[in-house]
């Protein structure tokens, strides 16, 4: 593989969309359309239904400000469907720059989180004088299967010899990050183990995590177009999902 340091003659100074479009935008679109046909109880479905979708689109947007403004020098590739053997994956964004690639989870979640000594992730969020504390699914867990898929896909692609020193290398080239969007959430990880600690930050955070890791004394620079080869591939191998998201609220809306 052509490697080299990063020099003078690098043309890449900043963050390049590769892939910018979002399957929630036109989600929320569809589900808009729809609230306008549609009455009584499938109307407060529906308006929930659109919350949920603006809240993540406003996550996403957050994170995107974020890398938009890093100035790091990077292909950055936002919402991709990956299809392989049966499993799936939806990625929220996939980072590639000389050094590393990052596989991001973005969540715009309302309340504070704590992540215990088991790994668990608990959100207390407050309603007038009360509070309530609640378990979500993590979403550590949630991007360990997506870094698992690309594995295999990425891993089919090579022979024998290569396809083993590929997966040795996966997760230290491969880094996996949980992104809380939501500027108000506290997030408090001190009884997490170290290796949950390292993967969950706040988007106020992403770019200098970012730095950091590709300041690491070990890690090799590739040259600009194995990054811009990288970001062909995922982009060639994203799929349309199958299923039709809004397609529940259409019955719904046509039975009235």
Same mark, same amino acid.
């Given at each position: 593989?052509?490697?080299i340091?990063?020099?003078l003659?690098?043309? /890449?100074?900043g963050?390049?969309?590769y ?7 036109w989600q ?5 359309? %729809?609230? =306008?046909t549609?009455s009584g $109880?499938?109307t ?5 239904e659109?919350r949920l979708? $603006? *809240?993540g689109? *406003? ?8 890398l938009?403004?890093?100035?790091i ?10 299809e ?5 994956a +939806?990625?929220?964004y %996939? ?6 690639q990052f596989v /991001?989870?973005c969540? #715009? %979640? !309302?309340?504070?989180?704590?992540i215990n000594s088991?790994g668990?992730? /608990?959100?207390?969020? &407050?309603y007038?004088?009360? &509070?309530?504390?609640?378990?979500i !699914?993590s979403?550590?867990t +949630?991007n360990?299967?997506?870094l698992? %898929?690309?594995?295999?896909i990425r891993?089919?692609e090579?022979?024998?010899?290569l +396809?083993?020193?590929?997966e040795?290398?996966f997760? #230290?080239? !491969?880094?996996?990050v ?6 108000k959430?506290?997030l #408090?990880a001190?009884f *997490?183990k170290? $290796?949950?600690r390292n =993967?969950v930050?706040r988007?106020? =955070?992403l770019?200098?995590? /970012? ?7 070990? *890690?090799? &620079?590739?040259n600009e177009?194995?990054?811009?080869n990288?970001? +062909? ?6 799929k =349309?999902?199958?299923?039709? !998201?809004?397609e529940?609220?259409?019955i719904?809306?046509n039975?009235?």
């Open positions: 593989m052509a490697m340091e990063v020099g003659f690098d043309k /890449i100074k963050p390049i969309f892939k910018d479009d979002s399957e929630a935008e929320l679109e569809v589900l808009k359309e %729809l609230k =306008q549609a $109880e499938i407060d479905t529906i308006e929930k659109i979708v $603006e *809240a689109i *406003a996550g996403e947007k957050q994170v995107r400000f974020e938009e403004n890093s100035h020098p990077m292909y950055v590739l936002h919402d991709l469907f990956y392989y053997e049966g499993l799936t +939806q990625i929220d %996939l980072i590639i720059t000389r050094k590393y /991001i989870e969540k #715009n %979640l !309302y309340g504070n989180i704590e088991n668990d992730f /608990i959100r207390t969020f &407050s007038g004088r009360h &509070s309530k504390k609640e378990g !699914y979403p550590v +949630q360990r299967r997506h698992e %898929l690309i594995k295999q891993g089919a090579k022979n024998a010899l +396809q083993i020193v590929f040795k290398n997760y #230290n080239n !491969y880094r996996s949980v992104v809380l969007a939501n500027p959430t506290m #408090n001190k *997490a170290k $290796e949950v =993967q930050i988007a106020d =955070q770019a200098e995590y /970012i730095r950091k890791v590709d300041a690491e004394p070990d *890690a090799m &620079s590739f177009k194995h990054m811009e990288l970001a +062909q591939f995922f982009v060639s191998i994203h =349309q999902p199958k299923a039709d !998201y809004t529940k609220f259409r719904l809306v039975k009235t």
